[in-house]
């Protein structure tokens, strides 16, 4: 093995616990069997257009850089409006429009925020997912 292959390769593998882990897709029953497993849920219902969906992506990537608890113990998962917007779920937890946050936990919501981009904002409803993850 050449000396750069070997360190390209050995900075990877080191950079990999440190990697941010991505949110999951939805996918009709992902959020059924992600809570009946005890998951606490952060649902971001987005579209690639939005630009409110967007701001909130940025936010949520610094947040999450600056507290690694977040993706330990949150599932993250993306609800691509434009194709689930109208389906089960939305329609299931009532969601108003694209760029809406929600926390689940077991059979609760336990919070949610529509079109807001404020960090503080944003960060309250982490937490609360946070605590509910890790109490």
């Not at 701001?55 to 608890?69: G, M």
């Not at 807001?116 to 960060?123: C, D, L, N, R, S």
Request: proline share 3%; with cysteine; charged share 20%.
């Amino acid at each position: 093995m050449h000396r750069r292959s070997f360190l390209t390769l050995t900075a990877g593998a080191l950079a990999l616990p440190f990697a941010a882990r991505a949110a999951l897709e939805y996918t009709p029953g992902l959020t059924t069997q992600r809570l009946a497993a005890g998951e606490t849920l952060f649902l971001d219902f987005r579209a690639s257009w939005c630009s409110t969906c967007a701001a909130q992506q940025r936010v949520l990537t610094e947040l999450k850089q600056e507290n690694p608890a977040y993706e330990q113990n949150i599932t993250f998962i993306d609800v691509d409006w434009d194709i689930h917007g109208k389906g089960e779920l939305s329609r299931m937890l009532n969601i108003p429009r694209r760029s809406t946050l929600v926390v689940l936990k077991g059979e609760k919501e336990l919070g949610r925020l529509v079109a807001q981009t404020g960090k503080a904002e944003i960060k309250a409803l982490m937490d609360t997912a946070l605590g509910a993850a890790t109490s």
